[in-house]
């Protein structure tokens, strides 16, 4: 039986634009990017906020891949708005606008029957409310933390506190650096283990991921792929499948944290496909046993 995960993160509206065009006001945020690809592996409840302005319709998809949305809070007030424009290498991107809208004053109710969830992922939002989300739960076994640049420049103490109380921290490279200060990889990762969680996985976009688990390393390329529309919540799928797959495995160990970094990877090479939850949610079983097959090929070899 797979465990059962409690997500806190944006729920936003996302304006994207990109070589391959723009799109205005899309399902979009850290909480619904991680559950459309945690739920491919383990029962998944979002806690968030919308505005009276989110068009509900467009979480059907979600509910219809088994995401429980009990937790997401409707009030009055804008949702959380977020604008993106990338340059051409589809690496580097511009903050157009961030709008905390009805976040601004959201404080987090998880439900009751909610808080002996035994995963908890923070996704990226405010750290005082991941705080805050730390501080209602019953002693989760896993908490798996994600934030960004923004927070680290703005709310670096409390981001720090939130960090000392995961389990795992899943950042991207700039972000370990920028947390740390350290310029290597390797001792960003070392200083980010020291703060707290035992396992710490960076991500590098298009060159794969790394993890360190105590003192051990695993390394994971990302998927070649013929074209990337919208890299927007690509970290967000990864964290998704990567949650996702513990909680299905029920243990964490060196053998199933390398597991959950390649399923998140193959989500993550979904998402990337089209814009904002498009590809993601319309992945097939048979499609995403396929992909993860491509990831064992691509990185298996024989030294004899
Ligand atoms: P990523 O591409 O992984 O950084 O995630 C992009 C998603 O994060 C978008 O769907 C945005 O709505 C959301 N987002 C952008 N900025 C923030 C922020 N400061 N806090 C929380 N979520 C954000």
New binding site residues.
Partial sequence: MPQEILVV??T?L?SIETAHGRVQEVL???AF?FAAAAARYAPVLVVGVVGEDFPRASLEPLRELGVSLDGLENVPGRT?R?GGRYHDDLIGRD?LF?ELGVFQEFRPRIPAAARRRPVLFLA??QPSLQLDVLDQMEAPALVVTDT?N??IDMALPDLVRVIARSHILIVNDEEARQITGRRALLPAMRALQAMGPRTVVVKKGEHGALMGHGERLFAAPALPLEQVVD??????TFAGGFVGSLAADGRVDDETLRRAVIRGSALASFSVEAFSLDRLLAVTPGQLAERLARFTDLTSYSLT
Avoid: R
Avoid at 231 to 236: E, R, S
């Fill in positions: 993160g944006s936003a996302d979009g945020g850290s990017y959380f977020w903050t961030t990226n939002i960004m923004l927070w890299p927007t919540g690509a970290g967000d």
